[in-house]
C-alpha cells in the first residue's frame, strides 16, 4: 500500500558515495527501530507525511541558514565540514530528574525512530518539503523526566570558533551560542520531532548534525540544529533572534499568515527550489497547517503580541 | 570605439548573472540572488558615476572620462530597474496586489522606489535635446537629486539586511568620500571667492 514517489526511487542516483556509508552506519544506530517496520522506504515507521512533493536532497543541503559558518546561504554547504560531529554528548540540566552528559548513541536509543515529512516555512518566507528521520521529543522528556516547576526547555547549538568560521567573523553580532526556547508544553507536542537525519541518512552537517530539533508550525529559525545542551527552566529564555530584533523575533514565532514581519508579508511564501522565472508563490497557512495539532497550545494567547 | 567598450563592460554583470540563471547555477531559490545582484550592481554604477566628477576635477589628466559619465548613470539606472522588476516577478510572481501592499506597508521598499523614480527622471531629461530645453540651470538643479537618490539607495540596502553586513560599510564609505569631497570643494572654493 505504500505508494513510492519519483523522488524517493531518485534518490540513490542524488546521494553520493561517502553519504551512502553514514547512511550504512546510521542505519546501524537506528537498527533496533528499523527491524520492525520492513514496508516502510528506509525501514522507518512513517507517521504525519505532507503528500506534497520533497524539495531535491541537493536543494535541502545547499540552501541553509547556519550563521556559525557564516552568513550566506551556501556558507555551511561549504565549511560545516569542519565540525567534527563524532563524538558527540548532550548535556541535561536545570530542573530535571536526571540530569547529565549524555552520549548521543545513548540518545539514539531512548525513542523509536520514524520517518516525517514536513513543511519547513522560513521566516524569511520561502519554504521546503523536507523528509526527516527521529523520534519525538516526548520520548526524550519521559526518559529524563523535568520536574514539575520546569515551564520550559532551553536549546544550545555547539559554539566553538574553531569548528565553525562564521563565529570567527568580524562582522558578526551575534552573542553565541545560539539559543532557542520552547515551552514545556510545545516540548511534549507530538510533532515536535527531535531528529538525527533527513532523506532517510544521518544529518548533513549543514543541516544540524547530528541532532537538531524539528517544530514544523514554528519558523524555521526556532528548529535549532547541533545541539549541545537542553536545560529545563521555570524562565521564559530570551533566545538568540529575541536579542538580535526583538520587534522582529518573538519567543513563539509561530508561522501565522496574518502578522506580517515588519520588513515583509507573511501571507505567502516562496516554495524552494524554484526555477528561471523563480519558485512558487503558495498561501502561507496558519501554524503552517498544523493548527489541528498545535492551535490548543494558544487558546487565550494574542498571536499579534505573542508573535 | 571607447564607448562601445564601456557599454560593453557595463552590460558584462548583467550577461554574468543572467547566464548562472539560465544555467541555474542560482541555487534553490534563484530569485534571491538575481534582485541582490542586480541591486548591488546599480550601487555600484551609482557610484561610478558619481565617482567621476572628483576623479576629474582633482585629475585634469582623466577629464575625458566626462564623455562617459551619462553612460555609466543610465547603466545605474537599468540595472536600478531590472532589480525592481525582478523584485517584482521573481519575489512577488508579478502580483499587481502584493506589488502595491508592499509599496503601501513596507518602508524599505518605498525608499528604494522613490530612489528608481528619482534615476528614471534623471534618465528621462539626460538626452541633450532634453537639457537644452530645460536650460542648464534647472537640469543642473534637477540633476542634484542624484545625491538624494544616492542616499536613499544606501537607507534601502540597510533596511532589508537581516543582519550585518561588511559590504554595506564599503559602499557607505565611499559614498560618504564622495559626498564629502564635494562639499569640500564648494566650501573651499565659495571661501576662496570671498
Given at each position: 500500500m505504500i505508494k513510492r514517489h519519483a523522488w524517493q526511487t531518485s534518490e540513490s542516483q542524488v546521494t553520493p558515495e561517502d553519504v551512502y556509508k553514514q547512511r550504512r552506519s546510521f542505519l546501524k544506530l537506528g537498527g533496533a527501530a528499523a527491524a520492525g517496520s520492513i514496508l516502510a522506504p528506509y525501514g522507518y515507521a512513517q507517521s504525519w507525511r505532507t503528500d506534497e512533493d520533497p524539495a531535491p536532497f541537493e536543494a535541502a543541503t545547499t540552501y541553509n541558514n547556519f550563521y556559525e559558518f557564516g552568513m550566506d546561504k551556501t556558507d555551511p554547504a561549504k565549511y560545516a565540514h569542519e565540525m567534527s560531529v563524532d563524538p558527540w554528548s548532550v548535556k541535561i540540566e536545570g530542573m530535571v530528574e536526571k540530569p547529565g552528559s549524555y552520549n548521543l548513541e545513548d540518545i539514539l536509543k531512548w525513542g523509536d525512530q520514524e520517518e516525517r515529512i514536513y513543511r519547513l516555512r522560513c521566516v524569511e518566507a520561502w519554504s521546503m518539503v523536507i523528509p526527516w528521520v527521529g523520534y519525538p521529543l516526548a520520548s526524550l522528556l519521559k526518559q529524563v523526566k523535568p520536574l514539575s516547576k520546569a515551564k520550559y526547555v532551553v536549546f544550545k547549538t555547539l559554539a566553538?570558533?574553531?569548528?565553525?568560521?562564521?563565529?570567527?567573523?568580524r562582522f558578526s553580532l551575534i552573542d553565541w551560542p545560539y539559543i532557542?526556547?520552547?515551552?514545556?508544553?510545545?516540548?511534549?507536542?507530538?510533532?515536535?520531532?527531535?531528529?538525527?537525519?533527513?532523506?532517510?541518512?544521518?544529518?548533513?552537517?549543514?543541516?544540524?548534525?547530528?541532532?537538531?530539533?524539528?517544530?514544523?508550525?514554528?519558523?524555521?529559525?526556532?528548529?535549532?540544529?547541533?545541539?549541545?545542551?537542553?536545560?529545563?527552566?521555570?524562565?521564559q529564555p530570551r533566545t538568540t533572534w529575541q536579542q538580535l530584533q526583538p520587534k522582529e523575533y518573538g519567543f513563539y514565532a509561530n508561522v501565522?499568515?496574518?502578522v506580517s514581519?515588519?520588513?515583509?508579508?507573511?501571507?505567502?511564501?516562496?516554495?524552494l527550489p524554484g526555477g528561471i522565472f523563480g519558485a512558487e508563490r503558495i498561501d502561507t497557512q496558519m501554524f503552517n497547517g498544523y493548527g489541528e495539532q498545535?492551535?490548543?497550545l494558544y487558546k487565550g494567547l494574542d498571536l499579534t503580541k505573542n508573535y | 570605439m571607447i564607448r562601445l567598450?564601456?557599454?560593453?563592460?557595463?552590460?558584462?554583470?548583467?550577461?554574468?548573472?543572467?547566464v548562472q540563471l539560465l544555467t541555474r547555477m542560482l541555487g534553490p531559490d534563484p530569485g534571491e540572488p538575481l534582485v541582490r545582484f542586480l541591486g548591488e550592481a546599480a550601487v555600484v554604477f551609482l557610484l561610478m558615476s558619481l565617482a567621476v566628477t572628483p576623479l576629474v576635477k582633482t585629475r585634469p589628466s582623466f577629464k575625458r572620462l566626462m564623455?562617459?559619465?551619462?553612460?555609466?548613470?543610465?547603466?545605474?539606472?537599468?540595472?536600478?530597474?531590472l532589480h525592481a522588476l525582478g523584485f517584482w516577478g521573481l519575489y512577488l510572481g508579478w502580483y499587481w496586489g502584493d506589488l502595491v501592499s508592499e509599496l503601501v506597508e513596507r518602508p524599505y521598499i518605498v525608499v528604494g522606489f522613490i530612489a528608481l523614480l528619482i534615476l528614471l527622471v534623471l534618465a528621462l531629461t539626460s538626452p541633450k535635446v532634453v537639457m537644452r530645453k530645460l536650460g542648464g540651470r534647472r537640469w543642473r538643479f534637477a540633476h542634484r537629486f542624484v545625491y538624494v537618490a544616492v542616499l536613499l539607495a544606501m537607507v534601502h540596502y540597510f533596511w532589508q539586511l537581516r543582519s550585518f553586513a561588511g559590504e554595506w560599510l564599503v559602499y557607505v564609505a565611499i559614498?560618504?568620500?564622495?559626498?564629502?569631497?564635494?562639499?569640500?570643494?564648494?566650501?573651499?572654493s565659495s571661501k576662496g571667492r570671498v
Open positions: 566553538d570558533r574553531k569548528q565553525m568560521r562564521g563565529m570567527r567573523s532557542e526556547g520552547l515551552t514545556i508544553e510545545e516540548a511534549a507536542n507530538p510533532l515536535t520531532l527531535l531528529t538525527f537525519g533527513m532523506y532517510g541518512q544521518t544529518l548533513p552537517n549543514q543541516n544540524g548534525a547530528p541532532v537538531r530539533l524539528v517544530i514544523p508550525w514554528k519558523y524555521g529559525f526556532k528548529s535549532i540544529k547541533s545541539i549541545v545542551s537542553i536545560e529545563f527552566t521555570n524562565r501565522n499568515p496574518e514581519h515588519p520588513r515583509w508579508s507573511q501571507a505567502r511564501e516562496r516554495r498545535v492551535a490548543h | 567598450l564601456v557599454h560593453l563592460g557595463s552590460a558584462a554583470p548583467l550577461v554574468f548573472i543572467l564623455l562617459y559619465r551619462r553612460a555609466v548613470g543610465l547603466w545605474a539606472f537599468a540595472y536600478a530597474l559614498t560618504a568620500l564622495l559626498l564629502g569631497w564635494r562639499v569640500m570643494y564648494h566650501w573651499r
